[in-house]
């Protein structure tokens, strides 16, 4: 294990040309308000109206609107030095930060942690009533198994497997502020990438309402499966609306 993780931050992460209306839905799809703005205007936090921050945004250059994590440890020189040895890249390091890569190109950042614990509740956006809480890293299968090693070496925590054979899940409780799940991709090989996922409900009606609730404001619906709805954001950025128990994060199956 590198080191105990404390908190997880989640990134949204926006090519500065569509920035401006992908920030807009995700403040208003989470019910949260802006921070003011650090880094010369790349970074802002989105605030709950009550519990702690646990996502946030940030303006690329360039590049295609994507995701990443930000784990907040202790001691990030620390927990850097044993990333490395357990496969990561680093790339970046400054006081209180290191970015990294992991064997497979998914980028992630070690933060020092600043006492964050109470995970925000769900929001209700009209008729529905959802948590963006989840981080799904998508893996080609011809990687999937070394970097799953890597992911729970880097968080020490366990891994089961999902309902479906392709998903794996790592979490370290109920009250964890962004859940880890492991898709196993069709593809063969290439980098990693991740997608985010938001609780919507127990059941598939949950999961419409919520889909129909965030077309309203500015995202696509795409294909349906048994369990989630593909969703694209203003950004083009592909997201997922997911039959799971917003105050819990779970998937209850039913018969």
Do not use: K, N
């Amino acid at each position: 294990m590198v080191s105990d993780v404390r908190w997880v931050t989640g990134f949204l992460d926006t090519p500065a040309a569509r920035s401006a209306a992908a920030e807009e839905f995700w403040l208003t799809v989470t019910a949260s308000q802006a921070s003011t703005r650090r880094g010369g205007g790349a970074f802002v936090t989105l605030v709950p109206s009550s519990g702690d921050a646990c996502w946030r945004a940030q303006v690329l250059e360039a590049g295609p609107a994507g995701v990443h994590l930000d784990l907040h440890v202790d001691d990030v020189d620390e927990a850097s030095a044993r990333a490395t040895v357990a496969g990561a890249t680093l790339t970046h390091r400054e006081p209180g930060l290191h970015v990294l890569r992991s064997p497979h190109d998914m980028p992630f950042c070690l933060v020092q942690w600043a006492g964050q614990r109470e995970v925000p509740p769900p929001v209700q956006l009209g008729r529905a009533r959802t948590r963006l809480d989840q981080v799904c890293l998508d893996i080609p299968s011809g990687v999937y198994d070394d970097e799953v090693a890597f992911w729970s070496a880097l968080t020490g925590w366990p891994v089961g497997q999902g309902v479906l054979p392709e998903f794996a899940w790592m979490r370290a409780g109920d009250d964890q502020s962004v859940r880890l799940l492991l898709q196993r991709t069709g593809d063969v090989d290439g980098r990693v990438r991740a997608h985010v996922d938001l609780a919507a409900g127990p059941t598939m009606d949950d999961v419409a309402v919520a889909a129909r609730e965030h077309v309203a404001r500015g995202a696509t619906a795409g294909e349906m499966f048994e369990h989630w709805q593909v969703m694209t954001d203003p950004a083009g950025r592909a997201y997922c609306l997911t039959m799971r128990d917003p105050a819990t994060g779970r998937l209850l199956l039913t018969g």
